[in-house]
């Protein structure tokens, strides 16, 4: 049973050691937004550097794992069927729609989203760690210009997680237009249980 995160929102939710989530993109082209916790100590967060270190790339897909700060395995990449993911921009932010598109007034964002969702474990703003954008294809040239383009996620296509630590995590239906291809959409997830 899938559960729906609907356009421009979020969910946060706990799953155990063993535990698989699925994320899917019923639609295709939309992006979600992944912060991942310990549960039991939430100082301990996924890290993006600590990620594209050990992994030695800066493309995670199946095979990779996705690390915390303190250098701890949080989750394994077991089945990716779009391949493209982004692993180096930071959540959008009020800011970011006012300083890079000139926004003028409030602008749902995920970081506000992942903020509000987080709150009633106690998870601060400032707490929030870079997330791992699933579905989002950025483009870099030789220069390291970034550009970010439409998904390359086709209705129906997935990426699953294994649990390597009981941990808390929040999804989100991205809220920016350019990565999304100038649509909103729904982030359908499952969680099947392995003790």
């Keep these: 049973m899938n559960t729906i995160i609907n356009e421009q929102s ?92 000139n926004h003028k007034g409030e602008h749902p964002s995920c970081l506000n989203n992942l903020y509000q969702n987080l709150k009633p474990y106690g998870i601060t703003t400032d707490q929030i760690p870079t997330a791992f954008n699933i579905f989002m294809n950025v483009q870099f040239n030789t220069e390291g210009k970034i550009t970010v383009c439409p998904p390359t996620s086709k209705a129906g296509d997935y990426i699953k997680f294994r649990a390597e630590m009981d941990l808390l995590i929040c999804l989100t239906a991205c809220s920016a237009e350019d990565s999304n291809a100038g649509s909103f959409k729904p982030i359908h997830y499952n969680i099947e249980h392995h003790h």
Aim: hydrophobic share 40%; charged share 20%.
């Design 10 to 101: 979020a969910q946060a939710f706990t799953i155990k050691k063993g535990d698989i989530l699925t994320v899917i993109d019923p639609l295709g082209q939309q992006v979600s937004d992944m912060v991942v916790f310990n549960s039991l100590d939430h100082n301990e967060k996924l890290s993006s550097g600590k990620s594209l270190d050990f992994e030695a790339s800066i493309l995670l897909t199946t095979g990779n794992y996705l690390w915390s700060n303190r250098s701890n395995k949080m989750m394994k990449i077991i089945e990716d069927t779009n391949g493209r993911n982004d692993f180096l921009l930071a959540p959008c932010s009020q800011e970011t729609f006012t300083i890079m598109y």
